[in-house]
């Protein structure tokens, strides 16, 4: 019944989930309707849709009620993640501004689980995309909530491509790349690269965060110090037939040498 639920809703092709959210009687409802939401925002025109009738308040409200319960925080983080994929900057721009310090509690809370640590970092990652948010990011701590999560899932393939992904992204900022060799990121790439040697994207998404670090020319002492060029060699050997790789470990190593 459209005479049913929040008025501002009314037009939304969502209204029914938004209403749900809004006047749940149980988690099972909760869980419906973000349910729903993840399979229709796999739609690309959705993803604007969905912030632009209000869904972010919601998302707020949520996880200040559930913010204990996994399921719902896992819900509520894969849907987030799916709208800030979208190349229109705008959503990025009001998942930063009114979601980032949830996204940095869950984060802290959440540590041990990787698939929301994942999914927080591709948020994140898909956030400093935007120029100017790459040193907001690291001004309000998250390097050291990126440390954390690293070391905390080592192991984890897909965990470490995502924290090396944001890495990767804020290693653009002149500032960012000061502050990656400062928090002690150096030690832990060697760790990742040698855990993960087989595994191409966490190879070059270092190689090319090093590659980066490289154009400060007091990071490349610390670089060479540490053994890297050893170990992109190995990367691009591990990985000969991937081109990412071979382009990134060559570009790092090359701009090393040129001191």
């Given at each position: 019944n459209d005479n049913i639920g929040d008025?501002?809703?009314?037009t939304s092709i969502f209204k029914n989930d938004f209403n749900l959210l809004l006047n749940y009687k149980n988690?099972?409802?909760i869980n419906s309707a973000l349910n729903s939401i993840h399979l229709q925002v796999?739609?690309?025109a959705n993803k604007l849709i969905i912030?632009?009738?209000g869904f972010i308040p919601l998302v707020q409200q949520i996880c200040e009620d559930f913010f204990k319960d996994q399921i719902v925080i896992e819900k509520i983080c894969s849907i987030i993640r799916r709208i800030v994929s979208h190349e229109d900057e705008s959503n990025k721009i009001i998942v930063r501004n009114q979601l980032l310090p949830i996204i940095k509690r869950i984060m802290l809370f959440y540590y041990s689980i990787p698939l929301i640590e994942t999914d927080c970092c591709a948020i994140v990652w898909s956030i400093?995309?935007?120029s100017r948010f790459k040193l907001e990011i690291s001004q309000e701590g998250f390097f050291k909530i990126i440390k954390f999560v690293?070391?905390?899932?080592l192991p984890n393939a897909n965990v470490q491509e995502h924290v090396c992904g944001l890495i990767r992204s804020l290693s653009f900022n002149d500032l960012n790349k000061k502050l990656i060799v400062k928090y002690g990121f150096l030690h832990l790439f060697k760790k990742v690269m040698i855990l993960h040697y087989?595994?191409?994207?966490?190879q070059k998404h270092i190689c090319a965060t090093l590659w980066n670090l490289n154009n400060l020319i007091?990071?490349?002492t610390n670089i060479v110090e540490n053994e890297f060029l050893i170990l992109k060699t190995h990367a691009i050997h591990f990985n000969f037939n991937n081109s990412d790789v071979i382009e990134n470990a060559t570009g790092a190593i090359r701009k090393v040498i040129s001191i």
């Open positions: 008025s501002r809703f009314k988690v099972e409802e796999e739609n690309k912030v632009k009738d400093v995309l935007i690293m070391v905390n899932h087989l595994v191409p994207n966490i007091t990071n490349k």
